[in-house]
């Protein structure tokens, strides 16, 4: 059994951080990429950042230059620092793996809920 243990989110007023990690666990033999997604009320899930097993990084337009999203190989960590933060950031907030598990090859923790007030 993976699991994937998010912390970190929580209420904050508008132009403030955030850093939410992920701890992945288990029977995991490799992890291709690590990344966060996020689904606000009404809206399709849709990714946040990615980071792969080579430190490669990607991000949604909407989050580039605020967020960054770094990892912890040897703790199967993956953390994304949130600054600046805006009312239309919040969501839920979901870890995601793709790697070669004994869960399967496509994980999903089950998200945190990050509140940005005006």
């Known amino acids: 059994q993976v699991q994937l243990v998010e912390s970190g989110g929580g209420l904050v007023q508008a132009g403030g951080s955030l850093r939410l990690s992920c701890a992945a666990s288990?029977?995991?033999?490799?992890?291709?990429?690590m990344g966060w997604y996020r689904q606000a009320p009404g809206k399709q899930r849709e990714l946040v950042a990615r980071?792969?097993?080579?430190?490669?990084?990607n991000y949604a337009d909407s989050v580039k230059d605020r967020f960054t999203i770094s990892r912890f190989n040897a703790k199967n960590t993956v953390y994304l620092q949130m600054n600046s933060l805006k009312p239309e950031d919040t969501a839920v907030y979901y870890c995601?793996?793709?790697?070669?598990?004994?869960?399967?090859?496509?994980?999903w923790g089950q998200g945190t809920q990050v509140t940005v007030s005006s």
């Open positions: 995601n793996l793709l790697g070669d598990t004994l869960s399967g090859r496509d994980i």
């Open positions: 288990g029977s995991i033999f490799s992890i291709n990429a």
């Open positions: 980071i792969t097993r080579g430190g490669s990084t």
